[in-house]
Structure formats: structure tokens, C-alpha cells
């Protein structure tokens, strides 16, 4: 990696819109949902620079401007000329903004279907041909890696009515792959874990799907439910398309620190970093989408609680923390009252962790035609709080339906052009 990929001290330097900052303290000192990211306005460079320059560096090969020089000296008696920015894009009308965030949303939805059709090709032929099917199963997480990698992507929650059984997968790769850029993995680890992350429960097609659906499993049955571990390492390895530290994160991913996990018990540092990630991803997901249809799906903030809960003695405590900065204090699904008095779904998190986008409900629109509004836009909104499901009325409800299942995909970044 050339020098200039590198975090670089600011100096006697400021950082200015267009700047690449990296914020150098711990996730709880600061309100942005990531530590690194492009200054995109005046607003946000504000905010950077209350945290102070000894907490920010900045990456040169990263930035579209360059921070600027502060002098030491006294300030001259004529007024220095000021600094020139980038100028600032115009701030589009509220239903070109609108489109544009459908048009984005109908892209991650396109590509959701898209990954599906390939993740079922994929896991059919890596259980009747696993050579061919572990080259499949490769070259679609390459894709999806390099993709969210090559530049700001923003993470979308989609939503499907009708089960596959490749969904669960293909939700614990999307949100592992966002989880490890967030962790600042590098590109080797990145590829690792989105491999690991599809295939982790590929041994559960070799299993009958009536003990993977049951709710409450007796011994005989949980022994052979367990058996999805062995059952996938086996295929993995007959594929000769995965590395060894792939293979140890699939059979690894139900360890806990604890040791209170299968097959071998694993404690601590026993268990790979892969399968730590994987752990986090695989809980939260199969919280908000059980396997047993016996199983109530938890909301996305009781989930998130959950999760929050587990990490004191079974999950990871870092990568908890991490996946719950990458989704936000509202994760999408969450549904949320607005300080204007509407409702909406939270579809994908915000540079601010508690700006999220959110889809509105409007009596006289459908879930395709509703607006989604990014509150970072829009500083006259905010988020008045959490509403249960329970309490929406049911023309809400048919709307947006929260009981199909999420799904979760990828598109540009609203700061990104298209």
C-alpha cells in the first residue's frame, strides 16, 4: 500500500470539505457513524473540528482537497484572502432528493435479486459438485467484497415476502463484508470473511429441513442439528476453493468466548477473528428472521439489545460494538416516530448515528411510491423516538409490512455522484 493510503498527521494543518478525515478516538467520544469518511459539507466539518486537531489525521490519497496550513503567527493587521473550497453541489428540490433515493433503493433491490438467483445456483452445485459449486460460490463474494469496497457504499435494508433458502446467508455476507470495512480489515481479510459469511450454514442443505426448523429440538435431533458444522467443512474442503482460515470460520462460527458453544467448545482467543465476525452477524440475523416459523422475529432494536447483551461473556465485545456504530442507534427495519408528528421505516443508517434514513408513510402512497427522506438533509426533522409495531395502525402495517422478511443489499452513497 503506497504512503499516501496511510493516516497522516494534520500537523499545523485543518481539515476542509473535500478533506479524507480519519477521527482517531473511540466510537462512544464522537456522533459520526464511521471514523473515516469524506468531509461532504460545512455542517460536518464544523462537527469534525469541535473533536480537535490531536484526535484527527487524514488520508491524501483519500481526499479531494488538501487541509489547510495554520499559521502560528499573529494574525496580520489586513485580513488574510480566504481559503478557496470546493464549491459546494446544489442542494436539489425535495422530489428530485426523493427520487433519487427510490432510484437508489431500486438499485440495492436490483442487486439483491440479482445476488439470490446466484447464491441458490451456488449453493445447489456446491452440494451436488462441490468443485464447481466452491468456484461459484468465490466469484460472487469477490464481487459483492470488492464492490462495497472500491467506494462509499451505503447499506440498504430491502424487504421480501417469500423465504429462500439461501436468505440467511446472503444477509450475514452483506452485512459481515460492511461489518469487516467498518473493523478496517484489509482487503485479504475482507474476502475471507465474505466467503466464510455465505457459505457458514451451506452443511444445513445435507441435513432434513424439519430438524433445522424446529423450534425446541431433543437431544437426537439438536446432535444432528449440530452436525451442519462438520457437514459444511466437508464440502468446503472437497471444493479445494477455500483457504484454511475460511474452513476454521465456518466450522467455528457457533464457539462463544465462554466456551458455551459447539462442536469443540472453543474459549477466547481459540476462536478466529473470521468467525468472531461471523458470530455477531449469524446471532443478530437469526434474531430478526428465526429459522423455526414457531419463532417470533424480534424487532430491530430488541435485537440490537440482545446483541448487546450477549457480548459481555459470548460474542466478541469490539465487533458488537463496531455493528452496532455501522447500523446506528436506529438500525434499519426500525420503525420510528418523527419530530413532525409522521412515521417511517428506517431503511439505512446515516453518517449520523442517529440521522438514519427513514421511508414515510403517507396515507395515499404505496411502499413503492413513499418517500425516503435522509434526515442528515434535513435539520428541521429528527427522530422522536422508537414506535412498537404493535401500536402502528394497520393501514401502516399492509404498507410496509414488518413481517416479511429483511433483507439487506448495497447502493452509491447519497454524497456519492451516481
Known sequence: MFESDQPVPLGDAKPVVGTFICINLAWTSHDFSRSRFLISDESQLRRVLALGAENLSWIPAKSRCHPVKVSAEPAPPEPAAPQPTPPTPPTLPAPDRERLERDRLARAE????????????????????PKQGGVLVRGLTEDIAKSVGESDKLLYLITQ??????HHGLNCMMLSVFLATKLQLPEQAIAQVAQAALAHDVGKTMIPQW????ASRKKPEEMLYREHCRRGVEALRLSE???????????????????????????????????????????????????????EPLSADEAMRRLWRDQESKLDARIVTAFVKMLGVY????????SDGSCGLVVAPGNDSLRPRVMIY??????????????????DLSVAGVVDPEHLSPELLRVFNPRALAAYSFAASAKQKD
Do not use: C
Open 211 to 214: 430438524v433445522v426448523q424446529t
Open 110 to 129: 436490483r442487486q439483491w435479486a440479482k445476488s439470490a438467483v446466484q447464491v441458490r445456483e451456488a449453493f445447489l452445485m456446491l452440494r451436488d459438485n
Open 161 to 166: 415476502s417469500s423465504e429462500i433458502e439461501q
Open 241 to 295: 476453493a477455500f483457504s484454511e482460515a475460511v474452513i476454521a470460520a465456518v466450522e467455528d462460527h457457533h464457539e462463544r468466548l465462554d466456551g458455551s458453544g459447539y462442536p469443540a467448545g472453543k474459549k477466547g482467543e481459540q476462536i478466529g477473528l473470521v468467525a468472531r465476525i461471523i458470530a455477531v452477524v449469524d446471532t443478530y440475523d437469526e434474531l430478526r428472521a428465526p429459522e423455526s416459523p414457531q419463532v
Open 362 to 379: 403517507e396515507r395515499e402512497r404505496t411502499a413503492e411510491e413513499a418517500s425516503i427522506v435522509d434526515l442528515d438533509e434535513r435539520p
Open 331 to 338: 438500525p434499519p427495519g426500525t420503525f420510528v416516530g418523527l
